[in-house]
């Protein structure tokens, strides 16, 4: 049977789509992040390179389409990446579960550079960057209390959080989540006992004392901070939940909307791990097994795994320089992003 030039042209044209997206199947599964415990923290810095890192497993880079790792083996000071930040001179520091390492552009180096002459010496400067301890948890003895270390682009120094541990309880005010530099100059710290804050001259402090919590009622336990477009700061809870505080006074969000998991016979909004802002202004909460909360200034909305959300923790919200929100998600791990109605998987 012979084939007229018409039925060629379409076959193979035909066979030229197939091939094609084979190829962009291929390359798509392989920018498939291969982390296991799940998507920590992300970054995509000025040079158009995009940042991952996991909770166990070290980092990851994408750069011109392809995937490259980094473990302790390539300069990480340890495979837990807990948060990216690009500085005001290009340089990338990761903030590792010990430690810290940095990115010139070149090669990842273990920063082990410390200054600790001037722990009450606290001074706010544009573009600083903040981290936790060097421990996993608590303190070592060189830094003595409960602190954070500040960055002025030419030394990192060690400063002490106005905060005390009780014995037994050195774990309690250890920084657990990004800090935050808000629209009045003040930067926020959140640490497992409390969310502290510094102006330039004094600190706000926002712990169990303050809300009146105790053992019937829950604890604090921060995750994730976050200012809206508003100014309003929003503080994660492992446990109590969403706080918000506009400057005068706190409220439970969650308890306001009635998503404890005592109120809602689903999921709730009780154990919340990060938050985050689209340009619409909606507010969005990634929790540990409740899928993905949006809060649009009038009703809260739940998206779970029919919905896209593949993952039932979600360790981080990022937004990109697009403006798009990523979901970064544990078990199974993975970058999401919502395309308006549902969450297709990223990377």
Not at 147 to 159: A, F, I, P, T
Not at 262 to 269: A, E, I, T, V
Request: positive net charge.
């Amino acid at each position: 049977m012979k084939l007229n030039k018409q039925r060629l042209f379409n076959l193979l044209y035909t066979l030229l789509a197939i091939i094609t997206i084979s190829c962009n199947q291929s390359q798509s599964n392989q920018l498939r992040l291969k982390y296991t415990s799940g998507i920590h923290s992300v970054l995509e810095d000025s040079k158009g390179n995009i940042w991952f890192g996991s909770y166990n497993e070290g980092l990851g880079l994408l750069h011109d389409g392809k995937l490259q790792y980094f473990t302790t083996e390539n300069g990480l000071s340890h495979n837990q990446v807990r948060n990216i930040y690009e500085d005001k001179n290009g340089v990338i520091w990761f903030e590792c579960g010990k430690g810290l390492s940095t990115y010139d552009g070149q090669k990842l180096t273990v920063y082990t550079e410390r200054d600790y002459n001037s722990k009450n010496e606290w001074k706010l400067n544009d573009g600083d960057l903040w981290f936790k301890g060097n421990e996993i948890e608590a303190y070592n003895k060189l830094e003595g209390n409960p602190g954070v270390y500040q960055y002025d682009g030419e030394k990192l120094s060690y400063r002490t959080l106005p905060v005390h541990t009780k014995p037994g309880h050195e774990n309690h005010y250890s920084i657990s989540t990004n800090f935050v530099q808000s629209k009045n100059g003040t930067v926020w710290f959140g640490s497992y006992g409390a969310v502290i804050g510094y102006n330039g001259s004094d600190f706000k402090v926002i712990n169990d004392s303050l809300l009146g919590l105790n053992d019937k009622t829950g604890h604090f336990h921060a995750r994730s901070i976050m200012e809206d477009s508003k100014g309003n700061l929003w503080i994660a809870n492992n446990g109590i939940g969403v706080l918000k505080y506009d400057g005068k006074k706190i409220i439970n969000f969650t308890e306001q909307q009635k998503l404890k998991q005592k109120d809602n016979n689903g999921n709730s909004l009780d154990k919340v791990f990060s938050i985050g802002e689209d340009q619409l202004g909606n507010i969005w909460f990634g929790t540990a097994g409740s899928g993905v909360w949006r809060y649009d200034g009038k009703s809260v909305k739940n998206f779970s795994i029919e919905d896209g959300v593949a993952s039932k923790h979600i360790w981080t919200i990022y937004k990109s320089k697009k403006g798009e929100l990523w979901f970064g998600g544990a078990n199974p791990s993975g970058v999401y992003r919502f395309n308006g109605t549902s969450f297709e998987r990223k990377y």
